[in-house]
């Protein structure tokens, strides 16, 4: 099977909160941001983000964006999905610059941003690999891009709740949809782990996907990562790690290593 997820010709998800409840969720938002601040910190060698400027792409209903802002980032956030937009403006408008853009057309000068958060979105955009080149185009010799990624492979697909759903090709996806009565198009497309591998290759990138498993606290995880896995011997944990259903790196644009502290579980160089 080609790693080429076949996203040309989709048309734009250009009202994302309105179709997928979740986004609105905003304990569970601003639980993930915690989580995302916590890698950023450690990758960075920082105490906190006063000073950075940071972007959300893919921002919807703003409650990362706004988490990032109360961490002490100068914020903005990006989206297509202008009823999300709308609501995070209502909301979050005095501490958060949201604007209304596609990802692979950024609205920020090359090399100006620090951080950039892209969390859960490349399955869901037209063209993946524009939007990471426009991403590393605004980004500082240094800065960072935060990844939270599925990949084709995850045995539960995270939107419909089907299993291998993402493995298939589109037609068939559509028809177990279909079957399911979970709807009548599948419209995500998720690469490979070698694929997630081409797309990132001109960052230097940090896997931190042991790191919150093995020490959620830590990475303000332990929402979803259950105390036990904690006891959980650092080689077993290796050995399951193909099964994790999404990735957590941390994207360096040029050569970097992560400055945080040692961690019981160190991040690891996928290249």
């Not at 998800?13 to 639980?31: F, G, T, V, W």
């Not at 105490?47 to 980032?73: H, K, N, Q, T």
């Not at 949201?98 to 951080?115: I, K, N, Q, Y």
């Not at 606290?217 to 193909?242: C, G, H, I, Y």
Request: hydrophobic residues 40%.
């Amino acid at each position: 099977m080609s790693d080429d997820p076949g996203t040309h010709g989709r048309e734009e998800q250009l009202a994302y909160s309105e179709i997928m409840a979740k986004m609105l969720d905003e304990q569970a938002r601003r639980k993930k941001a915690a989580k995302i601040i916590a890698v950023v910190r450690h990758a960075l060698g920082v105490g906190s983000l006063d000073g950075l400027r940071a972007v959300d792409v893919g921002c919807s209903a703003g409650f990362i964006a706004d988490e990032l802002a109360l961490a002490g980032a100068s914020t903005s956030g990006v989206d297509i999905d202008e009823p999300g937009l709308e609501k995070a403006r209502a909301r979050f408008g005095e501490r958060v610059d949201f604007r209304l853009a596609r990802g692979e057309d950024l609205p920020f000068d090359d090399g100006s941003v620090d951080v950039v958060v892209l969390n859960h979105i490349y399955e869901h955009v037209v063209d993946p690999e524009a939007v990471v080149a426009d991403i590393h185009r605004v980004l500082r010799p240094g800065g960072l891009l935060y990844l939270g990624v599925g990949h084709r492979w995850q045995v539960i697909e995270p939107h419909h709740r089907l299993p291998f759903l993402s493995w298939l090709p589109r037609g068939a996806a559509d028809r177990y949809l279909r079957a399911t009565g979970k709807g009548e198009h599948y419209y995500e497309r998720y690469y490979t782990p070698a694929g997630l591998r081409r797309l990132f290759a001109d960052y230097t990138v940090w896997d931190y996907t042991l790191p919150v498993l093995a020490d959620p606290r830590t990475f303000s995880a332990d929402d979803n990562v259950p105390s036990w896995v904690e006891r959980v011997p650092t080689p077993v944990l290796a050995a399951a790690r193909p099964l994790a259903p999404t990735y957590v790196w941390a994207a360096f644009a040029g050569d970097a290593v992560p400055a945080g502290p040692p961690l019981r579980v160190p991040p690891r160089r996928v290249h």
